[in-house]
């Protein structure tokens, strides 16, 4: 069983930036996919980020330029770099993987409020 467990969100101005955390507790032998989506109030869940383990990374147009996913075998833990960030990016932001033949994974979702 694999736990994934958020962190990095809060309060940011506009123009400014976070990074987000996942840390994936439990064995895992290969990533098959990570990704981050979030859901900001009344709208449907939308994804960000997302890579493959075949190297394919795609993201969402409004992402594109400004935000890195990433990862860190050795500390079994994702990332979401969010740069320029803007107030209608504020939503819940929540990871994702499959792992161990596309076992498939969510994190509990953190906060991010881009405000001034």
């Known amino acids: 069983q694999v736990q994934l467990v958020e962190s990095g969100g809060g309060l940011v101005q506009p123009g400014g930036s976070l990074r987000l955390s996942c840390v994936a507790s439990g064995t895992i032998f290969i990533w098959n996919r990570m990704a981050w989506y979030r859901q900001a109030p009344g709208k449907q869940r939308e994804l960000v980020a997302s890579n493959t383990s075949g190297g394919a990374t795609t993201y969402a147009d409004s992402a594109k330029g400004r935000f890195t996913i990433s990862r860190d075998n050795a500390k079994n833990t994702m990332y979401l770099q969010m740069n320029s960030l803007k107030p209608e990016e504020t939503a819940v932001y929540s990871c994702?993987?499959?792992?161990?033949?596309?076992?498939?994974?969510w994190g509990q979702g953190t906060q991010v409020t881009v405000s001034s």
């Open positions: 994702y993987a499959a792992v161990n033949n596309w076992r498939a994974y």
